[in-house]
């Protein structure tokens, strides 16, 4: 089974502070995302990788960056968090292939005060 | 821009019961995939379903099965003899067939199975 880890299921931080959202996949996967799910509004893609050091913007890009200097792991990066990034974080990863569907970590729910 | 729409925002069922969710998108590509995501409460979101817009007939997995509509651009998922461990959250998502990372998703709809 393909495992997809994120390392915290909860984090609670301060406006203002750098933080680090990490994700590592075990099956090899080419891409790797990370999605912003808020009520009301599903999944919004933030950024997505489809190689190392390759990244690409999703629908809501802003105040966030992204790492991947290895294949398995993929980073999220809030710069200055906000409390408006307070927010439940999915990382997914999925073969390169279309029809191939994505694979969802638990989640990270983040709160910033 | 493909868009993906379910209009049931929270939907019940008695447990034994059938239950269907919708699921409506908007595309002009004719090549694509469709995919339900099932998410438990406090839990990792898996793969329910998927379809491939060239295929006529309409996927199934064990108790669940879609009706798949192209012509509509209609993908509803039917959930049969319901049990209490399928009530989440349930996505409906769609990618174009080349597009190798873009998944676009609707709202959800919650579903409570009732005992």
């Known amino acids: 089974d393909v495992k997809v880890t994120q390392s915290s299921r909860y984090l609670v931080k301060r406006t203002g502070e750098k933080v680090f959202l990490e994700c590592v996949q075990d099956m090899d996967h080419e891409n790797m995302f990370w999605y912003r799910q808020d009520p009301g509004l599903g999944l919004r893609l933030i950024y997505f990788s489809y190689d190392v050091k390759m990244k690409e913007k999703g629908d809501i890009p802003e105040g966030y960056s992204v790492s991947r200097e290895k294949k398995e792991r993929f980073s999220l990066i809030l710069e200055s968090a906000s409390t408006n990034q307070t927010s439940m974080y999915l990382c997914?990863?999925?073969?390169?292939?279309?029809?191939?569907?994505?694979?969802f970590g638990d989640g990270t729910r983040l709160s910033i005060l | 821009a493909q868009t993906v729409t379910q209009s049931q925002p929270e939907m019940s069922v008695q447990e034994a019961e059938t239950v269907t969710l919708s699921c409506t998108y908007d595309?002009?590509?004719?090549?694509?995939?469709l995919f339900w995501y099932k998410q438990p409460p406090s839990r990792q979101m898996i793969l329910v379903i998927r379809q491939e817009a060239y295929k006529q007939q309409n996927a199934t997995e064990n108790r669940f099965s879609v009706n798949f509509q192209k012509a509509a651009k209609s993908f509803s998922l039917k959930i049969s003899d319901s049990q209490l461990g399928d009530a989440a959250m349930y996505f409906c998502?769609?990618?174009?067939?080349?597009?190798?990372?873009?998944?676009?998703f609707g709202k959800g709809t919650l579903l409570t199975v009732n005992p």
């Open positions: 998502a769609y990618r174009t067939r080349g597009s190798n990372y873009k998944l676009t």
């Open positions: 997914a990863s999925s073969l390169v292939l279309s029809n191939q569907p994505q694979h």
């Open positions: 595309t002009s590509e004719s090549d694509y995939y």
